[in-house]
């Protein structure tokens, strides 16, 4: 799909925030309603728009603790990634889970609990538990001074604009 100027102003607009409405969104581009609605459906159809979701503030739902977790695992075999990878998408403490490379670890997890007894319940009972994770060492966030899902659309439509 070939992204244009409208597309991008589209897409600022419901990264900022994604309950606008069509209305909303076609006023702040300039575009009427009915194109407007067309090009989202389009960004969705093509699979640009992935998903629409609302953010919730984790300390307001009790949920003080966030840790940042590398695992080692002993085999590095598709099917031992599979197996990791399947077991950690069904925990919902898990917020991101990355297959990484540069460090003494083979994922990165990004995960929100309450408190440290409730990390160790985990940590101890569900991650490392999981068949070939050898080591895990983990880091603690003392303050999110960036924490967006924004993405720099400023490269996005550049790459996409002269793929012609």
Do not use: W
Request: one cysteine or more.
């Amino acid at each position: 799909m070939k992204i244009d100027a409208f597309d991008l102003k589209i897409l600022a607009e419901l990264q900022a925030d994604g309950a606008r409405t069509n209305q909303e969104i076609s006023e702040r581009v300039g575009l009427s309603p009915s194109p407007c609605s067309r090009r989202i459906r389009q960004l969705e159809d093509a699979g640009v728009i992935s998903a629409r979701a609302v953010r919730l503030d984790p300390e307001s739902l009790g949920l003080n603790l966030t840790a940042l977790i590398h695992i080692r695992m002993d085999r590095h075999t598709p099917e031992r990634f599979e197996h990791f990878e399947s077991i950690v998408c069904e925990y919902t403490e898990v917020q991101e889970c990355y297959l990484i490379t540069g460090q003494d670890a083979d994922y990165q997890l990004k995960v929100t609990v309450p408190n440290m007894q409730e990390y160790q319940r985990i940590l101890l009972n569900k991650i490392t538990r999981i068949e070939g994770v050898i080591g895990v060492h983990s880091s603690f966030v003392l303050r999110k001074s960036v924490d967006t899902t924004n993405l720099p659309l400023k490269y996005a439509g550049k790459a996409r604009l002269n793929d012609d």
